[in-house]
């Protein structure tokens, strides 16, 4: 069984900066496209970042593109999406995906595996 635990959420200001932290356990971690979704109340879970399991190509949506930068220590089987210049419309609960394919996708059915989420609150 892959599992994925998120870390890192909390209340930041607005400019502010988080990490986030997504641990993997269960497979082989380097070898898989991992990304960020998140989820605001009432609206449908949306794309964030991915990442590659090979060549290390990257992809973010256009909202946080400049702002966002997703990585991975693998040595530590730990993927991450540093946060900065957040606005209150970031606000939400970020869930980490990893995929059974090494390419990258960005919607939710692209992906397998999921944590469970953490919040992420945007807020003076």
């Known amino acids: 069984q892959v599992q994925l635990i998120e870390s890192g959420g909390g209340l930041v200001q607005p400019g502010g900066s988080l990490r986030l932290s997504c641990k993997a356990s269960?497979?082989?971690?380097?070898?898989?496209?991992m990304g960020w979704f998140r989820q605001a109340p009432g609206k449908e879970r949306e794309f964030v970042a991915a990442?590659?399991?090979?060549?290390?190509?990257?992809k973010y949506a256009d909202s946080v593109k400049g702002r966002f930068t997703i990585s991975r220590d693998n040595a530590k089987n730990t993927l991450y999406l540093q946060m900065n210049s957040l606005k209150p419309e970031d606000t939400a609960v970020y869930y980490c995906?990893?995929?059974?394919?090494?390419?990258?996708?960005?919607?939710?059915?692209?992906?397998?595996?999921w944590g469970q989420g953490t919040q992420v609150t945007v807020s003076s």
């Open positions: 995906a990893a995929s059974r394919k090494w390419i990258m996708v960005a919607t939710t059915s692209g992906y397998d595996y």
């Open positions: 990442g590659s399991g090979i060549g290390g190509s990257t």
């Open positions: 269960g497979r082989t971690f380097s070898s898989a496209a």
